[in-house]
């Protein structure tokens, strides 16, 4: 694992992905950052006298910052579904409606006319489906009816 923090910038790099403005306890002020590959590191201190100083463990302060890294890094879940309102629900159903108004003229299923829609019925069962809805609607997850597929002739 390669780690870099800097503590002033609230910065965490874990593998190259990085994170600002984190908060975490523990940092002693005078430390400017620190430098972390797999087994071994340095701490860099913001007095430019005091040299860097070895490290084969990492400090507290440091698990800290890893820690916030790890929350910043966590995805929130998904938000919880809301069920369609009645208005939803009624606009939904008048869509569907509307989408299949086609099938209710006439001619469209008159065997006179070449192709002619063959199965008129199933269209007007699953409106009539459908128009409840839309009449009555109510709130929450629907089992909506499913449109029969057309069938020319």
Same mark, same amino acid.
């Given at each position: &694992?390669? #780690?870099?923090?800097?503590?002033?910038?609230?910065?965490? /790099?874990?593998?190259? #992905?990085?994170? #600002?403005?984190? @908060?975490?306890?523990?940092? !002693?002020? $005078?430390?400017?950052?620190?430098?972390?590959? $797999?087994?071994?590191?340095?701490?860099?201190?913001?007095?430019?006298?005091?040299?860097?100083?070895?490290?084969? +463990?990492?400090?507290?302060?440091?698990?800290?910052? &890893?820690? %916030?890294?790890?929350? %910043?890094?966590?995805?929130?879940? !998904?938000?919880?579904? +809301?069920?369609?309102?009645?208005?939803?629900?009624?606009?939904?159903? =008048?869509?569907?409606?509307?989408?299949?108004?086609?099938?209710?003229?006439?001619? @469209?299923?008159?065997?006179?006319? =070449?192709?002619?829609?063959?199965?008129?019925?199933?269209?007007?069962? /699953? *409106?009539?489906?459908? *128009?409840?809805?839309? @009449? /009555?609607?109510?709130?929450?997850?629907? @089992?909506?009816?499913?449109? !029969?597929?057309?069938?020319?002739?």
């Amino acid at each position: &694992m390669k #780690l870099t923090i800097i503590p002033i910038d609230g910065a965490v /790099y874990e593998d190259g #992905l990085c994170y #600002l403005n984190l @908060v975490w306890e523990g940092t !002693p002020a $005078d430390v400017h950052a620190l430098q972390w590959q $797999d087994i071994e590191g340095w701490i860099e201190y913001n007095d430019v006298t005091t040299p860097n100083e070895d490290i084969t +463990v990492l400090p507290q302060w440091a698990d800290n910052a &890893m820690a %916030a890294w790890t929350v %910043a890094n966590t995805p929130l879940p !998904p938000p919880i579904p +809301v069920p369609p309102t009645t208005e939803e629900n009624k606009a939904t159903a =008048s869509a569907l409606l509307t989408a299949t108004d086609w099938t209710t003229i006439p001619d @469209v299923a008159d065997p006179i006319n =070449s192709p002619y829609l063959a199965n008129q019925a199933e269209f007007i069962t /699953y *409106r009539n489906l459908v *128009r409840q809805i839309a @009449v /009555y609607p109510t709130a929450g997850d629907l @089992v909506w009816p499913v449109a !029969p597929t057309e069938v020319w002739a």
